[in-house]
């Protein structure tokens, strides 16, 4: 059974990056599949910030992408993300998920990620 | 880019029919996934490709789609179904991008 399990800092300050890393068991990310990232800020809906393919090909929201880079590490069956220039709009819940086809399945419990000095 | 768009909130009777819809060009190309959230809890997927539902999902829930307007349609509504539903699906660019409905909250009377 694949899982999805997401950690990192819990507080970033304005200006600094934020970096996140996801953790996959039961499945081998050099396998196949692409593997995203989606956030949801408090009381907000999902907001899909990115997707890397297990060779290392990316996809970008275009709202975020001067600030976003994803990136596999095979060897420790881990995907990561950095969004830089952070500010209390990038303040929410950060889901990882692996992406079957046209959908998302299944996800991380996700890790809160606040942005305040 | 294209957006999806959902009713922000539904309401249905115990036991009764509900139907949650997102509409967007993108649905269009593409079939759209439906995912439910309580509170506090990741989303879970409950319905993709044209109507399939995931190890688990009881059958009362089922998908359909017409034109730009997909559906997620539960049957006999429990109150365990009470949550936000969000749909998803590729974007019509042309691009690996992904787009997700404001969603849909629940409420079940």
């Known amino acids: 059974q694949v899982q999805l399990q997401e950690s990192g800092p819990g507080l970033v300050k304005p200006s600094e990056t934020l970096s996140l890393t996801c953790t996959v068991s039961?499945?081998?990310?050099?396998?196949?599949?692409?593997w995203g990232w989606i956030r949801q800020p408090p009381g907000k809906g999902l907001e899909w910030i990115g997707s890397i393919y297990h060779s290392g090909s990316t996809y970008y929201n275009p709202s975020l992408k001067s600030r976003v880079t994803i990136s596999v590490d095979t060897s420790k069956n881990q995907f990561s993300l950095k969004l830089s220039s952070v500010t209390a709009a990038d303040t929410a819940v950060y889901y990882c998920a692996r992406i079957q086809q046209y959908w998302f399945d299944p996800w991380g419990q996700g890790t809160l990620v606040t942005v305040s000095s | 880019s294209s957006e999806l768009t959902q009713d922000p909130a539904v309401s249905v009777a115990l036991g009764q029919t509900v139907r949650i819809t997102c509409q967007g060009d993108s649905l269009r190309s593409y079939y759209a996934s439906w995912y439910q959230q309580k509170p506090g809890q990741a989303p879970v997927l409950v319905i993709y490709?044209?109507?399939n539902r995931p190890s688990g999902i009881p059958d009362r829930f089922s998908g359909s789609s017409s034109g730009n307007t997909a559906s997620l349609t539960i049957t006999g509504a429990q109150a365990e179904d009470e949550a936000d539903y969000y749909c998803?699906?590729?974007?019509?660019?042309?691009?690996?991008?992904?787009?997700f409905g404001g969603g849909t909250k629940l409420t079940v009377l």
């Open positions: 039961g499945y081998s990310i050099s396998s196949g599949y692409y």
């Open positions: 998803n699906s590729r974007d019509s660019s042309g691009n690996h991008n992904w787009v």
């Open positions: 490709g044209k109507n």
